[in-house]
């Protein structure tokens, strides 16, 4: 009995100080800034009377028969800049106050978050001891009420200390270098068991043109995805869940994309009169939405404030009882370039892939280094590389000779006002790429001069500069090339000559038959589900006929399912049809 009296008497206590705490949030005191909006409206009125009167003074003032009306003029002039100059006092006067006001509230706000953590926590542990040692289901079902709605409470102090941080200027977005795959990875296992038991499909799609690693705020954005995960789960009965992650558009030229996360479920939906409410804290909802509007409110709008912050925005597409599409838009993300520093490039790769015709290529970098290794991974191809390391002497061979493309120092590419950059759009047609230790976000290119396709950073990564050297000297084939090329983990336990033919035949008869239809599922739906059978079928089928290497291949496969990891599972899903046609040459 003392048990249930200290929760009872620590639900009441967070009670009055949340509704005190809320209050206060609802009811923010507007009259400081409503008294500097009358007084500035007052400044433009005496300013409009000023140059009235000013205007009176100049045309009298050829007539010196006005003279004392003129300085009646003037003097009724220097009584309203006075009176201009004390409205601006007492402006200042009054933002000085508006600034106490806010610095009053967040001390407030810092000290009210511990008051109310404090009979919060206690809740949550009392309710917890009386879930597991109350045996009668009704009062244990009370206890686990009680535990939830604690865990609800926080969640939503944590919301409005977010809010009002916001409001206060005082949240800063802090970015750092995030790989995109595992993000998403380590973001959606957490709701994968919720999913699976409310039996919904999950679906993920990721854009192939998505970067590894790009520059965000990991947290916030999470914080983000997580919250539209959670409603899409919380407001759907029955279907699916579909994430998607697209590239929007790209700004080669300052290593920038425009990217959106949507979460879309086919859940009860929202009307269109509560598809603005939901993103407004203290709005109510509409009668009779009840179940579409509930449990929506902070979190989202505390969402969309924090994507703004990012220079962003949330969006929402809905209608009631066909589902939501709620995107994520974030704009100007830099793209982590990828360097050799501390990182040794195992892939192997063949640069006489690139161009087997002949190209020429231009190096400008006054680091000797980084000449060298660009002439290094050339030298056994049908490319000439030039180095030069001042800009001088590369202009007087562009103007002699024909040079495809264009590595160039960044530093030396915009230096004085992009003057080199200028003078190389006038001598040379050739593609250009900048070699940088720097972010090309912060780089600014005159728009007169070069535009760069492309950024290598500096200590140069090999690979890299296959794959960049690559995508502008092969245009259209260096898809392929680079699939052949790249060595897969798959392709490092391929033992063709080791299967046996008649097996090999029977596993191709079977394959058609079995597999065709899920594996055209699998790779055009990118339904985790539907690429999990196709792999559990590949296997079962691989291991009845003998075929090694293919028994390699979807336990590989099925790990990767495992493990979300979604670029993988992408690239060994089209690397597919190429083993099958591989199979086929073989038998004949």
Do not use: W
């Not at 609802?26 to 400044?43: F, G, R, T």
């Not at 009002?164 to 994968?192: G, P």
């Not at 202009?395 to 040079?403: A, D, I």
């Amino acid at each position: 009995m003392d048990l249930e009296y200290t929760v009872i008497l620590s639900i009441v206590e967070a009670f009055i100080i949340l509704v005190l705490f809320f209050l206060l949030l609802k009811n923010p005191k507007k009259a400081d800034v409503q008294e500097v909006e009358k007084l500035q409206n007052k400044i433009k009125a005496l300013k409009d009377k000023l140059i009235e009167k000013e205007q009176m003074i100049e045309n009298l003032s050829t007539k010196t028969s006005q003279t004392s009306f003129i300085s009646a003029e003037i003097k009724k002039r220097e009584i309203l800049e006075e009176k201009i100059e004390k409205l601006y006092r007492i402006i200042e006067d009054t933002k000085d106050i508006a600034r106490d006001a806010t610095m009053m509230k967040s001390d407030f706000l810092s000290n009210i978050r511990h008051e109310i953590r404090t009979p919060l926590n206690s809740i949550l542990v009392f309710a917890q001891m009386l879930h597991k040692e109350i045996t009668d289901k009704r009062l244990r079902s009370f206890a686990n009420d009680i535990l939830t709605s604690g865990s609800k409470l926080l969640v939503m102090l944590d919301n409005i200390i977010e809010l009002s941080k916001i409001k206060s200027d005082s949240l800063k977005i802090k970015e750092s270098a995030v790989d995109i795959e595992e993000f998403f990875k380590s973001n959606i296992q957490v709701f994968e068991q919720d999913i699976a038991k409310k039996g919904l499909t999950l679906k993920v799609e990721i854009d192939k043109d998505i970067p590894k690693s790009l520059m965000i705020d990991q947290v916030r954005v999470g914080d983000i995805l997580n919250n539209l995960l959670s409603n899409a789960i919380n407001f759907t009965q029955k279907g699916y869940i579909k994430i998607t992650l697209k590239v929007d558009n790209v700004n080669v030229v300052n290593n920038l994309v425009d990217i959106s996360i949507s979460v879309e479920d086919s859940g009860v939906g929202i009307s269109k009169a509560n598809q603005v409410k939901i993103f407004e804290i203290f709005e109510t909802k509409e009668d009779g939405d009840e179940v579409e509007y509930q449990g929506r409110g902070v979190e989202l709008s505390v969402n969309r404030k924090l994507a703004q912050l990012m220079n962003g925005d949330l969006e929402v597409k809905s209608e009631l009882s066909k589902g939501s599409v709620f995107t994520l838009k974030l704009r100007d993300i830099e793209v982590v370039l990828s360097n050799a520093d501390g990182i040794s490039d195992k892939t192997k790769v063949d640069f006489s892939l690139i161009r087997p015709e002949g190209a020429t290529i231009l190096v400008i970098d006054d680091s000797s280094e980084n000449c060298e290794i660009v002439k290094e991974c050339f030298s056994r191809t049908n490319i000439e590389v030039l180095t030069f390391d001042n800009s001088r002497d590369a202009f007087g061979v562009l103007k002699k000779q024909k040079v495809d493309l264009i590595f160039i120092d960044i530093d030396i590419l915009t230096v004085d006002d992009g003057a080199v950059s200028k003078v190389l759009k006038t001598v040379s047609r050739a593609f250009v790429v900048t070699l940088t230790d720097k972010r090309v976000k912060d780089v600014v290119f005159v728009d007169s001069g070069v535009k760069p396709v492309g950024h290598l950073k500096k200590p140069i990564s090999k690979l890299e500069l296959f794959k960049v050297t690559l995508k502008i000297l092969n245009a259209k084939e260096s898809s392929s090339l680079v699939k052949k090329e790249i060595i897969h983990e798959v392709e490092k336990n391929s033992s063709l000559d080791a299967f046996d033919l008649q097996d090999l035949k029977s596993f191709l008869k079977a394959q058609d038959v079995i597999l065709t239809k899920l594996y055209k599922e699998a790779i055009s739906t990118n339904d985790l589900n539907a690429i999990k059978v196709f792999s559990t079928s590949l296997l079962e089928l691989s291991l009845k006929h003998r075929v090694q290497d293919m028994v390699e291949y979807s336990k590989i496969l099925l790990k990767k399912v495992d493990s979300f990891e979604i670029n993988d599972i992408n690239e060994m899903l089209n690397n597919y049809k190429f083993k099958i046609e591989e199979f086929e040459r073989k038998i004949r």
